[in-house]
């Protein structure tokens, strides 16, 4: 089994900065492509940014510029550093992975969510 945990989150002024951090754990091999994705109310979940094993990044339009996403693979972490965060960016952030528990096998596995609120 993979366990992804996320912390971090909590209320933040618009304009302020919050860092998510998720950490796999579990029966591991390798972990590979490590996402954030959100969901607010009454929308549908959707892809903040991602970050493959080699480093390589790819961000939603309405964050680049703002958010950063990073991994420390020895730790089988992931961050999200948010700034500038606007009332719009208030949603439940999930962390995804994909996670290869041996050669032949690979799955892919959602954290709890984090709440993250911004707002005065």
């Known amino acids: 089994q993979v366990q992804l945990v996320e912390s971090g989150g909590g209320l933040v002024q618009p304009g302020g900065s919050l860092r998510l951090s998720c950490a796999a754990s579990g029966t591991i091999f390798r972990v590979n492509t490590m996402a954030w994705y959100r969901q607010a109310p009454g929308k549908q979940r959707e892809l903040v940014a991602r970050i493959t094993s080699a480093g390589s990044t790819d961000y939603a339009d309405s964050v680049k510029g703002r958010f950063t996403i990073s991994r420390e693979n020895a730790k089988k972490m992931v961050y999200l550093q948010m700034n500038s965060l606007k009332p719009e960016d208030t949603a439940v952030y999930y962390c995804?992975?994909?996670?290869?528990?041996?050669?032949?096998?690979?799955?892919?596995?959602w954290g709890q969510g984090t709440q993250v609120t911004v707002s005065s």
């Open positions: 995804n992975a994909d996670v290869s528990t041996d050669w032949w096998h690979q799955g892919n596995y």
